[in-house]
């Protein structure tokens, strides 16, 4: 299994949590998940904005 489980984005009392993961992968689609979790970025958001 290759992968990334973040628990919390923003702090102890985030509830946004991320897991992207794969099992079974052959050598080159491992390597292609690894290369796409160095490119995730996250921004955090005004959920009490209604524009969002």
């Known amino acids: 299994m290759t992968g990334v489980y973040i628990g919390s984005l923003w702090g102890n009392s985030s509830k946004v949590r991320f897991n ?9 689609t491992e390597e292609d998940l690894l290369k796409s979790i160095k490119t995730l970025r996250f921004y955090k958001r005004n959920i009490d904005n209604k524009e969002n």
Request: aromatic share 0%; glycine share 12%.
């Open 20 to 28: 992207l993961h794969g099992s079974n992968l052959k050598a080159q």
